[in-house]
């Protein structure tokens, strides 16, 4: 139980590690009008069988990993390779050294991850160590991405508080549905088609004024 709650507080989408501070592609879609209110629980259902199930699988495969001892050096380049988007792929590498270090200070145990680590993998690292099962850390995982790219959305659009907490409820099943899938992917096998957000990363330093780092 202990280690459910460290899990719940890893998850916490205001977790210091500087998420609030990326839209991974985001405001550029809503600056340039591939993203509206009306089409947003479509696009995050759309976006947790897509882009956030190549992370499941990874988060998974890392999960693994901790649970038998082995490094994760190889997951990294795969996915650093499966990222085109430069700005998501840094994006993702600088959450994963600031959750790096966070953990080491937290509990150095947990933090046996190269310096150069994606978020998802770190996380999925920890959740192994913590000796939780693989389904409760993919699924935390993804529960925080989802809030946070709702969080995103919650500060470029009219998208109220109670109308984000429905969103976000009625989402729940889609990302128990993503975690199942993973089960029976294999990280040779993960495939992603998530066009928008990556043009959009790639577009997001060519925008006038921006809220977001990425």
Not at 40 to 65: I, K, P, Q, T, Y
Not at 153 to 164: F, P, S, V, Y
Not at 174 to 186: P, R
């Amino acid at each position: 139980m202990t280690n459910l709650l460290r899990l719940l507080q890893l998850a916490d989408s205001a977790l210091p590690v500087g998420g609030l501070a990326h839209s991974f592609g985001l405001e550029t879609m809503i600056e340039e009008g591939d993203l509206a209110l009306s089409g947003l629980f479509s696009f995050l259902r759309d976006l947790l069988s897509e882009g956030l199930l190549l992370d499941a699988v990874f988060c998974r495969s890392a999960h693994l990993r901790a649970e038998r001892g082995e490094t994760i050096d190889d997951l990294n380049a795969r996915l650093s390779a499966l990222k085109l988007a430069r700005e998501s792929r840094e994006a993702s590498l600088a959450l994963g050294r600031r959750f790096s270090a966070l953990l080491a200070t937290l509990d150095p145990s947990l933090a046996v991850c190269p310096e150069a680590t994606h978020f998802v993998l770190a996380f999925g690292y920890a959740g192994g160590r913590l000796g939780l099962g693989a389904d409760k850390t993919v699924a935390a995982f993804l529960h925080q991405s989802v809030t946070s790219a709702i969080s995103v959305c919650q500060r470029l659009l009219r998208l109220g508080q109670l109308e984000a907490a429905q969103v976000n409820w009625d989402l729940k099943p889609s990302i128990v549905e993503t975690t199942a899938k993973s089960v029976h992917l294999a990280i040779d096998e993960v495939r992603s088609f998530a066009h928008l957000p990556e043009l959009g990363s790639m577009r997001h330093p060519l925008l006038p004024t921006r809220l977001f780092v990425s």
